[in-house]
């Protein structure tokens, strides 16, 4: 088969991954698996692996081994010692996600049409996360008849509360190209236009009411009107509604209000105490106790509940950690501390490089262009990789996956442009 018709199929199991990681966590996993299986055959048929020698390339493999390394199954002393029957596996497939961000990268979208579909593909996701929260807040139900969740946030499409994150992650790739070509014609109309679509984009993240959302929400229109001046003021009205909101939303969404506010005054006065700063403390505790390897992929998950990580911090004044407040989950809830659980001082130093890594090739020429895409793609990674702050499980697909799809088109669009 020709490379074109190789690439077009690739494309478009790429262009179905978005529709996967919304509601078909399966059809994604297998259009990104017949992306890398078609990216490998296209490398081994022009001979050409450059894309494994670069930079990000090979933090992520000495990273990603030193993880399997952890999560080894092997008598090993001290190495894998919880759960590796099931966190080994979950290790070793994470290449599956490295491998798809550097077929999307050199491969994939290659080409400007290929990128433009693929912008598509993430401004229809966002609208469509946009429109079902807003028909959840005015109806009381999204269109699979879900109410919103329970602590006042908005679910959007989903059943469950994942809308506020995932909108932050791809809003501004979704909305700023848009915007700023809006913003950039002399004609009034399509300025107030351009206006109205920022303000409605931004005021739709509080609204949802998921406080890591509407902080990231926030950063990321920091981050846009430092790059594009044309957004200064656009900005500025944005927050100006979005904190008139907020401050009336106990009379126009009780429930935003009772999550954003109400919520995180509760958590803030007692944050040690509060089930993330519970859930961090028993964390950094396992991660203390095993140093040099961790406790391997799952390891926080099989091992938290034991007695031995029970203590407190004293030199910070951080009492001991208790089970009833909520200090034993599925994940740590951060990234960063994650990886230190997982793998130790070594797998969070190779974490950081690789977050670092990913920031800069993305960050290169920003300043000098000033491209409204790459400025949004800088922002959406920026807002996955920021360490303080709760998150998923890194990295389990239905939201990580959005970072690898992302990084990609930002990575191609570089490559192209470099």
């Known amino acids: 088969m020709q490379d074109h018709k190789l690439r077009r199929i690739a494309l478009l199991a790429t262009l179905l991954v978005p529709l996967g990681l919304l509601h078909a966590f399966v059809l994604a996993e297998i259009c990104i698996a017949v992306t890398d299986v078609l990216f490998l055959a296209h490398s081994f048929r022009t001979r050409d692996f450059s ?94 008849g879900d109410p919103r969740w329970a602590d006042g946030s908005l679910t959007g499409p989903f059943w469950k509360p994942r809308a506020g994150a995932l909108y932050t992650h791809i809003l501004y790739p979704a909305m700023l190209p848009a915007v700023a070509a809006l913003l950039a014609s002399p004609r009034v109309p399509r300025y107030v236009l351009g206006l109205a679509v920022a303000v409605a984009g931004i005021l739709t993240s509080v609204l949802i009411g998921q406080r890591m959302g509407v902080a990231l929400t926030g950063l990321g229109l920091v981050i846009a009107a430092f790059f594009l001046p044309r957004l200064r003021l656009p900005a500025a009205i944005a927050i100006i509604v979005s904190a008139a909101f907020l401050l009336a939303s106990p009379v126009l969404s009780p429930g935003t209000h009772a999550k954003l506010v109400g919520e995180t005054d509760k958590n803030m006065s007692h944050f040690s105490q509060s089930p993330y700063g519970e859930l961090y403390t028993r964390a950094m505790l396992m991660g203390v106790q095993s140093p040099w390897h961790g406790w391997g992929y799952n390891g926080f998950r099989e091992l938290c509940p034991e007695p031995r990580f029970n203590g407190g911090i004293p030199a910070l004044n951080i009492p001991p950690t208790q089970l009833a407040l909520g200090a034993c989950n599925l994940h740590p809830h951060n990234y960063y501390i994650q990886s230190f659980t997982d793998a130790g001082v070594p797998g969070l130093v190779l974490f950081v490089l690789l977050a670092f890594w990913w920031l800069k090739d993305m960050a290169a020429g920003l300043w000098r262009q000033r491209a409204p895409m790459q400025v949004a793609l800088f922002i959406a990674v ?20 959005w970072l690898f799809f992302l990084l990609g088109l930002g990575l191609a669009m570089k490559r192209d442009n470099g």
């Open 51 to 144: 894309w494994a020698r670069q930079g990000w390339m090979k933090i992520a493999l000495i990273w990603w081994f030193w993880l399997l390394l952890c999560s080894t199954p092997l008598p090993w002393p001290g190495f894998g010692s919880a759960g590796w029957k099931m966190g080994f596996g979950q290790a070793f497939v994470v290449i599956r996600l490295i491998l798809f961000t550097a077929a999307l990268q050199h491969w994939v979208l290659a080409s400007r049409e290929s990128r433009r579909w693929a912008g598509w593909a993430l401004m229809l996701s966002a609208l469509w996360i946009a429109i079902e929260s807003w028909q959840q807040y005015l109806t009381g139900h999204n269109i699979f």
């Open 382 to 401: 920026v807002t996955y990789l920021w360490p303080i702050g709760s998150t998923d499980e890194f990295p389990t697909l239905y939201m990580l996956g």
